[in-house]
């Protein structure tokens, strides 16, 4: 194949067309496909595989925790949804339903899971008896349904993974107490390990999880300036407790009802972090998910093709033995221009070259995706300088999204300033909000933002509502929002 043909395909640049960017880079990089399935796709191995690096260090996280994981089923009877109001009036529109099977309509429907607080109410009432059985601490990793009108693919998809944990306590304090635990667990892993600076708070009561008392979330600003919810912790009270009788005898003897809650992040956050991340050459992946964190590109004339190689080979083996991912690009047919715009667009975070004429000075080359800066090194120095580099590449990645979101962050006093401030700008906004739910519909229906949360932390604190100019109980980020 000529090599004219193997150039990397143009991207749509950011400022051109956001959306269209994000189609392009994740469908060049092969990260996905779409499906037969309307709002389902195929997780390529490079997109599964970050999901896998997401997947084994929050695992690591939540055992660490006491938490131990389980799998309930998809199916979930229509019944248990009318136990609790509120949850099966919140997920009605998105829910599926199983009407037949083997060609005989069941006596009950089945919704397909769009999440599991219903069967693990149902599985808890059975196992928990007394204090002694307290508390329980699960998480599952599963597969959830949610029928989607409007899908972006990792973001908002019909199917998506994700995980799931479900806990009961004795009391209204322990449960508070691991409702904040697993949001800080989602913040550190979500700053440190996917480089995404993130806002904690409360979600307001319009804005809260179907059935909880209260809803805590991190939320994640996109390089088009808009939100996206990237964790979820939800005190569930007794209110799941009550509607499947999960009592349990206390140690004064006396029957009570646990106290509950649940938390997840899902396949969003690959979403979350292309659209933080990524440029104009595609993507930009953090090394400590990236799927390949080094790639290898052997240059040089045939003459001296075979030893450039040989050697490359061998410095792959050290990098490798040393629990680096790497790959070597050692193909003979295209030209190095070619395979650096290539792994750039794919993220890859480290580029190493080497020559003939490093072979002799024992060197090679480290080139940052990040700062572009190229590093010669000595070869005898590789894994440590290698290290040097993710560890300086990861870290530069959460101070540029940090100064981003801190330079794309607006306080305003008047629905007027903030009208005015999104239509001239991307980011998010800081305002006081009186608490009232026509207040909060007023702002969504003048300007398209929604309240993200009532920030734990924020910047300044306002004093007058926004909509109507009465004292403000919170200070409330707004965002329009994925």
């Not at 949804?81 to 099966?88: A, G, Y």
């Not at 099977?101 to 599985?123: C, N, Q, V, W, Y």
């Not at 919810?229 to 009802?257: C, M, P, W």
Request: aromatic share 10%.
């Amino acid at each position: 194949m000529s090599n004219d043909k193997q150039f990397v395909t143009e991207i749509t640049p950011q400022g051109e067309d956001f959306s269209r960017w994000y189609i392009d880079v994740i469908k060049k990089a092969d990260l996905m496909d779409y499906s037969p399935v309307r709002g389902c796709i195929v997780f390529r191995p490079d997109g599964y595989e970050i999901w896998e690096h997401i997947q084994q260090e929050m695992d690591r996280r939540f055992k660490e925790t006491g938490h131990r994981n389980a799998y309930f089923p998809l199916f979930i009877p229509e019944s248990f949804f009318q136990k609790e109001k509120e949850h099966v009036e919140g997920f009605n529109p998105e829910l599926p339903w199983v009407t037949e099977a083997g060609g005989d309509k069941l006596e009950e429907r089945l919704a397909i899971r769009p999440t599991s607080e219903t069967m693990f109410g149902h599985m808890y009432s059975k196992w928990i008896q007394s204090y002694r059985d307290l508390p329980v601490l699960i998480n599952q990793w599963a597969n959830v349904v949610r029928w989607e009108k409007r899908t972006l693919p990792f973001l908002r998809t019909s199917e998506f993974l994700w995980q799931e944990g479900h806990t009961a306590h004795e009391t209204e304090e322990e449960a508070r107490e691991e409702t904040m635990k697993m949001l800080e667990v989602y913040r550190s892993f979500v700053e440190e390990y996917l480089a995404i600076p993130v806002i904690t708070g409360q979600k307001t009561p319009s804005e809260k999880f179907a059935g909880a008392v209260d809803t805590f979330s991190i939320e994640a600003m996109m390089k088009d300036g808009r939100a996206v919810q990237a964790g979820t912790s939800h005190y569930l009270g007794t209110n799941f407790a009550v509607a499947f009788d999960i009592q349990y005898l206390s140690r004064e003897n006396k029957q009570e009802y646990v106290h509950t809650t649940s938390w997840g992040t899902s396949t969003r956050l690959i979403g979350s972090m292309i659209m933080v991340h990524g440029d104009d050459r595609g993507l930009a992946l953090p090394p400590k998910v990236a799927p390949t964190q080094v790639i290898m590109i052997p240059i040089g004339p045939p003459k001296t093709w075979d030893a450039v190689v040989g050697r490359t080979d061998e410095l792959f083996a050290e990098l490798k033995k040393a629990g680096i991912r790497v790959r070597v690009d050692d193909r003979n047919d295209l030209r190095p221009g070619w395979k650096f715009n290539e792994y750039e667009m794919r993220g890859v975070p480290v580029r190493l070259e080497i020559g003939p004429r490093d072979m002799e000075n024992g060197v090679c080359v480290l080139v940052s995706r990040i700062s572009g800066e190229k590093k010669v090194v000595q070869q005898a120095n590789l894994v440590e300088e290698v290290q040097a580099m993710l560890d300086q590449v990861q870290r530069e990645m959460f101070d540029r999204a940090k100064q981003f979101m801190n330079d794309h962050f607006y306080s305003v006093d008047t629905l007027e300033e903030m009208k005015a401030s999104m239509e001239e700008k991307r980011g998010f906004t800081l305002a006081g909000w009186c608490g009232s739910e026509a207040c909060e519909s007023k702002v969504k229906e003048e300007t398209g933002a929604t309240s993200r949360n009532i920030p734990f932390n924020p910047a300044e604190k306002k004093h007058t509502c926004l909509v109507c100019g009465q004292p403000a109980k919170h200070t409330v980020v707004f965002a329009r929002a994925y």
